[in-house]
């Protein structure tokens, strides 16, 4: 049977409604047409009556299956938009956020109050997306560093694709892979409680469960041992930068407080939850 552009769209969000993918199912539908297309939206208005070709309606539905088995769409398209730039994504690093922008305007924010550039270490690195985004917006040295082989490789090839000139990359438990000191540290580490992430929605479960608990009860413990480890990693007058849960903010903000960090802060995310907890690094003559 013939099957227009329209028609398919038209069916696919139906059935992506049904599955309980209420979301964005008709941007869904159109992002899957354009995948095996190559048709953008415009085009798709323009050629709404244009009949897909078999080839074509195997892919879709191949692309539909999987999606309404709640895969991600970042993970299905291969690809997540962070802070205006496309990062290649695949099951082996957590997807993007658009709330870890706050933590990217958060070190925006204190850099530019600095005479030099800062050098600036990613830890916990995923995608890349932060220490990337950091080093195209800032011109900084960064490193990066993750726990995963999988997901450096991930970031490496972000790296490749979106910056000109060679970043670190370091294989390695938070900052051990490190002796240097830095300016910034910054991480999005694993943070949610283990009965937080049975509790979340299936597309999270798709995502790896190494780059979600942070283990203990509270999901603190990557947390608290990056906070320590950082007393010997900052620079004078260094900033520790730290996205959490916001029902975790407010402990992190005292851990940073009791640990020789002053201006401790937190900053909300576009949703006003409590997303980002940093404070500058007190100098001291010991």
């Known amino acids: 049977m013939a099957m227009t552009i329209q028609a398919w769209k038209v069916e696919t969000a139906a059935l992506l409604k049904g599955a309980g993918l209420e979301g964005t199912p008709d941007l869904d539908a159109r992002l899957l047409l354009q995948q095996v297309t190559g048709f953008d939206q415009a085009k798709q208005i323009l050629f709404f009556d244009k009949v897909l070709t078999d080839a074509q309606l195997d892919s879709l539905?191949?692309?539909?299956k999987v999606r309404l088995s709640h895969k991600p769409m970042a993970y299905i398209l291969g690809r997540r938009e962070f802070y205006g730039r496309d990062f290649q994504v695949d099951e082996r690093v957590l997807i993007p956020r658009s709330d870890t922008e706050t933590l990217i305007e958060a070190v925006l924010a204190f850099a530019k109050n600095k005479t030099d550039t800062p050098s600036i270490i990613d830890v916990c690195t995923g995608s890349g997306c932060i220490g990337i985004t950091l080093a195209l917006e800032l011109g900084s040295a960064v490193t990066l560093t993750d726990l995963s082989e999988g997901a450096l490789a991930v970031a490496r090839e972000n790296a490749r694709r979106l910056v000109s000139r060679p970043l670190t990359f370091l294989h390695g438990d938070l900052l051990s892979p490190t002796d240097k000191k830095y300016d910034i540290i910054v991480?999005?580490?694993?943070?949610?409680?283990?009965?937080?992430?049975?509790?979340?929605?299936?597309?999270?479960?798709?995502?790896?469960?190494l780059a979600l608990e942070g283990f203990s009860l509270d999901g603190l413990e990557l947390i608290r041992a990056l906070v320590a480890q950082s007393l010997d990693h900052l620079a004078a007058g260094g900033a520790l930068f730290l996205e959490c849960d916001y029902r975790q903010a407010e402990t992190v903000k005292q851990l940073l407080?009791?640990?020789?960090?002053?201006?401790?802060?937190?900053?909300?995310d576009l949703a006003g939850r409590e997303r980002v907890v940093w404070g500058v690094l007190a100098c001291t003559n010991s």
Do not use: M
């Not at 539905?61 to 539909?64: A, W």
């Open 257 to 268: 407080v009791s640990s020789r960090f002053t201006n401790v802060r937190i900053e909300k």
């Open 61 to 64: 539905t191949s692309l539909r």
């Open 187 to 209: 991480s999005n580490p694993p943070y949610l409680t283990a009965s937080w992430c049975d509790e979340v929605a299936f597309e999270v479960q798709w995502e790896p469960r």
